[in-house]
């Protein structure tokens, strides 16, 4: 268990070890979750990173890309289609 002081501007100093958990470094947000009855502090950042990847996920699903090589493979033919349109001669 870990303990702070709130200072009299209601500011907390996080302890070093539940930093180094949260991977928190200067200048990061924080947030602060109710859950259940308490109050949870989390990383924005990771937060943010995880609804994105629910939404990739969800969106990967849809177009049918299953793995790492799916994904290579349709940006590679995005940029051969791009190539072809912009580069082509007149």
């Known amino acids: ?11 907390v100093t996080i302890p070093v070890g539940i930093r180094k958990e949260l991977g928190l ?18 990383n924005s950042a990771l937060i943010a990173l995880k609804k994105a990847q629910k ?3 969800t969106e990967a699903k849809k177009t049918g890309l299953e793995n790492e090589q799916d994904v290579i493979d349709m940006v590679n033919e995005v940029r051969e289609e791009l190539a072809k349109k912009y580069l082509k001669e007149d």
């Not at 268990?1 to 500011?11: D, F, P, R, V």
Request: hydrophobic share 45%; charged share 25%; aromatic share 10%.
């Open 1 to 11: 268990m870990e303990l702070a002081k709130i200072t009299s501007k209601g500011q």
């Open 25 to 42: 470094k200067k200048g990061d947000k924080i947030v602060f979750l109710h859950y259940k009855g308490n109050i949870i502090i989390a």
């Open 55 to 57: 939404a990739f996920s």
